[in-house]
């Protein structure tokens, strides 16, 4: 907080790591895709750009010492969170002498919303890239989202239900992917928005075939909802996955952390498995019908340019 250093060597050293890692970054096919999905999605909006050498050229170190002083100057606005093994009449006289000892200049401060917004309807795009015979395929869905305990554990829960479904369609019946990746991002500030992605890889000559198996299994979750095998599944994963988070430093250092910038009450952690308890085949299908809206996706392929010689 209080000396920071102007390392001039350090600078020097970082943006010629930066330098190579872009470099051998651009030679990668994927590189182009990501960089698709990141300015698509957010409208191409500047805070968003992709990472590029002019960025890179860009950097000076005055300006970002300088702005690392002013975000810095102020440890009054600062919450600190302590987890481990420890007595509080242990790490008292250690706060006392580094923590009460920072300046404080009593200043109050927030977030702003930078205008960060995916696009509206539904949107594909295709990327042309690389010369291997592979593909790979990414579909994020978006949109509003009422921030309640409820609703978060709906959304994560309906992740874990149709990772379990794709796998088994995509995978095992199909045997057109080695693995599919969905993850559920449901966001508070700076506004309440979600966004759920379904991401896998497979032959180029696959892609609609797969993509089109992907949205029947949607379907079927809106329609039908998850037959009780995949709601006591998911179940028994998070109750076993959270008896062991608990144990971890790790867990309660994010959780804590979590519960403190959104204003949750922290003892809502020890009543986690009661939430569970609650999860049915209902609470998927209105799930599916709230957060996987056919009217509102952004579909990214990933295509070889050319045949392989």
Not at 31 to 36: G, I, K, L, N, R
Not at 69 to 91: H, L, M, P, Y
Not at 276 to 294: C, E, P
Request: aromatic content about 12%.
């Amino acid at each position: 907080f209080t000396a920071p250093r102007e390392d001039s060597v350090a600078f020097l050293s970082y943006k010629a790591k930066m330098r190579g890692a872009l470099e051998n970054r651009n030679a990668r096919p994927e590189a182009a895709f990501d960089d698709t999905i990141l300015v698509t999605m957010s409208q191409h909006n500047p805070r968003r750009r992709p990472f590029t050498m002019p960025m890179l050229d860009e950097m000076n170190l005055k300006k970002s010492f300088a702005f690392y002083r002013e975000r810095f100057a102020d440890a009054g606005e600062f919450t600190f969170i302590f987890v481990g093994s420890f007595k509080e009449n242990e790490i008292e006289p250690l706060i006392l002498t580094y923590l009460a000892t920072l300046p404080s200049l009593h200043k109050h401060e927030t977030w702003r919303d930078l205008g960060i917004e995916p696009p509206d309807g539904v949107v594909a795009k295709t990327v042309m890239r690389g010369i291997e015979p592979k593909a790979q395929v990414r579909i994020t869905f978006s949109g509003p989202f009422t921030w309640t305990r409820e609703n978060r554990h709906s959304i994560t829960a309906l992740a874990s239900v149709l990772r379990i479904k794709l796998r088994e369609a995509l995978r095992e019946e199909k045997g057109g992917t080695y693995g599919v990746s969905v993850g559920p991002s449901p966001m508070h500030y700076p506004r309440e928005e979600y966004r759920f992605t379904v991401a896998f890889g497979c032959a180029p000559d696959r892609v609609d075939e797969l993509v089109k198996a992907t949205f029947e299994q949607i379907d079927s979750l809106k329609n039908f909802g998850a037959a009780e095998t995949y709601i006591t599944k998911v179940k028994e994963t998070e109750w076993r996955e959270r008896e062991v988070s608990l144990k971890e430093n790790g867990f309660w250092l994010s959780a804590l952390e979590f519960c403190l910038s959104n204003n949750i009450d922290p003892n809502q952690i020890l009543t986690y498995n009661e939430l569970v308890a609650g999860l049915n085949s209902d609470v998927i299908k209105d799930a599916a019908r709230t957060y996987l809206n056919m009217d509102h996706y952004a579909k990214f392929i990933l295509l070889p340019s050319q045949k392989q010689q």
